[in-house]
């Protein structure tokens, strides 16, 4: 079982549409989330974080965190062609030894029709 | 955000020889430094993770006298590509956090051509 996984792309919406990806990871006791966009030939950016279960907004993102489930997911309203991108997902987990990790999912491409 | 740099943005060396590139936190202490390699349409594969004073942490199958990382300072890591091979040749990432817990940030990128 993968540690990070997001829902298989690619994602195609209308402009002016949700847009809804889907991520899920393995450890227990992970304890932060994030979702970064990339643009080809690009790195990530940061989009947003979450820490504790339930929905986290901003703009147009919204961040959605369930523990028990192990399951975090991203919507994007009324997207954008120039939301068209690679999302990530990735998670903080702690290492048996010391310190953390952060591990990303395979990310998901998704495509904004104008 | 906070602003991570990465230098050099590309660089093309050949064969047999070592390539190192520098991450910088501009604007915060880095506690943790991660690198990352990443191949055409795939996602990130961590490498390693940096921790000022102390050695690095390698995933499994990274191999440690091939890529050398050093944390010496809590704004500055350096990855260094030792006996450089065409295979080698990928986009390496690396990205900053203040503390354990919260958000990474990442720098430009380094794209490596081994010829």
């Known amino acids: 079982q993968k540690e990070v996984e997001q829902n298989s792309g690619p994602l195609s919406v209308p402009e002016g549409a949700i847009a809804s990806l889907n991520c899920t990871y393995s450890?227990?006791?992970?304890?932060?989330f994030f979702w970064y966009r990339q643009y080809s030939g690009k790195s990530p950016e940061l989009i947003m974080s979450?820490?504790?279960?339930g929905d986290k907004e901003d703009g147009r993102f919204t961040a959605q965190l369930n523990k028990a489930s192990q399951y975090v997911s991203l919507l994007i309203r009324d997207s954008q062609p120039s939301d068209s991108a690679t999302y990530l997902c990735?998670?903080?987990?702690?290492?048996?030894?010391?310190?953390?990790?952060?591990?990303f999912g395979e990310g998901t491409q998704l495509t904004v029709n104008p | 955000g906070a602003v991570v740099s990465q230098h050099p943005s590309r660089v093309i060396c050949k064969s047999g020889t070592s390539v190192k590139i520098e991450c910088r936190s501009l604007?915060?202490?880095?506690?943790?430094m991660f690198w990352y390699r990443q191949f055409p349409k795939k996602s990130l594969m961590l490498m390693a993770t940096?921790?000022?004073?102390?050695?690095?942490?390698?995933e499994q199958g990274v191999e440690k006298d091939k890529f050398l990382i050093n944390h010496a300072s809590l704004t500055l890591s350096t990855l260094t590509v030792t006996s450089a091979h065409p295979e080698d040749s990928s986009f390496y990432i690396c990205?900053?956090?203040?503390?354990?817990?919260?958000?990474?940030?990442f720098g430009q990128g380094t794209r490596l051509t081994v010829v």
């Open positions: 990205s900053a956090r203040y503390d354990s817990l919260t958000e990474a940030f």
């Open positions: 450890d227990r006791v992970s304890q932060s």
């Open positions: 979450i820490y504790s279960n």
């Open positions: 990735a998670v903080n987990s702690p290492r048996e030894t010391s310190g953390s990790r952060l591990t």
């Open positions: 604007d915060f202490q880095a506690t943790t």
């Open positions: 940096s921790n000022e004073g102390s050695k690095a942490t390698y």
